[in-house]
């Protein structure tokens, strides 16, 4: 089974900060990588996919970039709404892993 | 609009059963394979199974296979989890989870989520 490992666990920064979040597989998945977003008390909404596929109605603030095992996740400008924990998932085969989430909060 | 409604969930003993419904309705529902996800209390996300849109693929975690069934009723626009032998850490809030994927796939990341259904093993 293919293993997601991402860092940090969690991270603090200020807004208008640039935040890089990295996600590594255990084996190569091309760029069948997905990136969901998790607000407090709320359902994952689906970022990115593709590795670096922005989803419909996702702010240009996001994106993503990595094939085979390293990927990355980047928020350009770091908003009081972006608060959340954030999940790397590979779909290259199943069992379709997440890894362990990031958790964002504003310093 | 998409929506994803799942029912089912409650309180049940150790060793016991339930079974997980998600009606869907504002896509194609027979054109899209589906995925369950659960999270634990205070955890993180964990995929449980995948069906593709015909039904004929299914693929569950190894933390389920075995106990877990998927399936899915297009006539009804339904999908389902028939859960056996539940464990106390079978205990969370179970998503069903639409995928983008909808031709000759079964992965492809999902874009639409239901609000989830709580399951709870405790005796």
């Known amino acids: 089974d293919i293993q997601m490992t991402q860092s940090p666990s969690s991270l603090s920064a200020s807004v208008g900060d640039r935040v890089t979040i990295t996600c590594r597989a255990s084996?190569?998945?091309?760029?069948?990588l997905a990136w969901y977003q998790q607000k407090p008390g709320k359902v994952p909404r689906l970022l990115i996919y593709?590795?670096?596929s922005l989803q419909s109605g996702v702010p240009s603030r996001f994106s993503g970039s990595g094939s085979g095992t390293d990927f990355t996740l980047t928020v350009s400008s770091l908003q009081p709404e972006d608060v959340a924990t954030y999940y790397c998932?590979?779909?290259?085969?199943?069992?379709?892993?997440f890894g362990q989430g990031t958790k964002v909060e504003i310093k | 609009e998409v929506q994803l409604l799942e029912s089912g969930g409650g309180l049940v003993q150790p060793g016991g059963s339930l079974r997980l419904s998600c009606a869907a309705s504002?896509?194609?529902?027979?054109?899209?394979?589906m995925s369950w996800v659960r999270q634990a209390p205070g955890k993180g996300l964990e995929w449980v199974s995948v069906?593709?849109?015909?039904?004929?693929?299914?693929y569950y975690a190894d933390s389920v296979k075995g106990r877990f069934t998927i399936s899915r009723d297009n006539s009804k626009n339904t999908l389902y989890l028939q859960m056996n032998s539940l464990r106390a850490e079978d205990t969370a809030v179970y998503y069903c989870?639409?995928?983008?994927?909808?031709?000759?796939?079964?992965?492809?990341?999902?874009?639409?989520w239901g609000q989830g259904t709580l399951v709870t093993v405790s005796s």
């Open positions: 504002g896509f194609t529902f027979s054109s899209n394979a």
């Open positions: 989870a639409k995928d983008r994927c909808n031709t000759n796939c079964y992965a492809r990341g999902f874009d639409s």
């Open positions: 084996q190569g998945i091309s760029n069948y």
């Open positions: 593709a590795a670096s």
């Open positions: 069906i593709s849109g015909g039904g004929g693929t299914t």
């Open positions: 998932q590979n779909y290259n085969s199943a069992p379709l892993t």
